[in-house]
């Protein structure tokens, strides 16, 4: 069929368009579409805090004030509290601003027309870089420059395999912040490619339809009736997975901090 051999050219255009492309300036010197709606994305984000802040009530009202009282409660007690135990409070601002952040980009991601600043590997390194100083920096506050370093090799390990431990430790460490970068660009990306790919038929198999109403055009649409649905699906997947990713990304630093700040019994 001609929209099945239109395919491959559509779906190499598609990839294209989430290539960093200057929005503002250039490459060197300007601003990429990813980070205009990152930036996009940041101030969606104070402005919703913002309007969460104005409507605090001893008893939320309304569907906006419930959901994001949700959100944070899932925080405080999914993530602070379970994960992190006692010391929840100190690390709770942070791992609130992480999910909501990271949440915010990846919704506004799936609007069509829009792009995830989580969508390429630059801005969750960054996110990723931000994370691992922080867990660090706690686990240096905590123990020590050199307690840390001893802290990452279990006592009670004799000599050699204490040594070998302590560098596998170390090498996990280090590893962390590109796990992290990599795991929310991959999942962001290949959602997104999906979804595109799958617009792309229903514009296929409908353009057709839409140009002259004939019954073999009619016939030729039906097609795109069902990778319509689909994409609606897909769409719907998407959101889920923005919240699990933000979920992923937020209770795994939280692992980080904890384990940074732990103490050897």
């Known amino acids: 069929m001609d929209a099945f051999a239109q395919l491959p050219d559509e779906i190499n255009h598609l990839v294209s368009e989430f290539h960093s492309i200057p929005f503002v300036g250039d490459l060197m010197m300007g601003m990429t579409q990813y980070s205009f709606w990152l930036c996009a994305s940041a101030i969606l984000l104070l402005v919703i805090m913002f309007a969460f802040k104005s409507k605090l009530a001893l008893v939320p009202h ?70 691992f100083v922080y867990f660090i920096a706690c686990g240096v506050r905590a123990h020590g420059p050199i307690g840390y370093l001893k802290s990452l090799a279990p006592e009670g390990v004799g000599f050699p395999l204490n040594i070998l431990i302590w560098v596998i430790e170390v090498i996990s460490t280090l590893l962390r912040p590109i796990t992290l970068a990599v795991r929310l660009f991959c999942n962001m990306f290949a959602g997104h490619i999906v979804m595109g790919s799958f617009a792309i038929m229903v514009t296929l198999f409908v353009q057709p339809l839409l140009q002259q109403v004939t019954a073999s055009n009619i016939l030729a649409a039906l097609p795109g009736v069902l990778f319509a649905f689909i994409l609606l699906v897909i769409y719907a997947i998407e959101i889920f997975v923005a919240f699990v990713q933000a979920y992923v990304f937020t209770i795994l630093t939280a692992v980080y901090i904890q384990e940074a700040e732990e103490v050897e019994e």
Not at 81 to 108: D, E, M, R, S, Y
Not at 109 to 123: A, F, N
């Open 62 to 131: 309304g569907l906006f004030a419930n959901v994001m009282e949700w959100g944070i409660e899932f925080v405080q007690n999914d993530v602070g509290k379970q994960i992190i135990g006692k010391n929840w409070k100190k690390h709770f601002p942070f791992l609130a601003t992480l999910f909501f952040f990271i949440l915010c980009n990846n919704v506004v991601g799936v609007i069509p027309g829009m792009k995830p600043g989580s969508g390429t590997i630059s801005t969750t390194a960054a996110l990723a870089v931000v994370a």
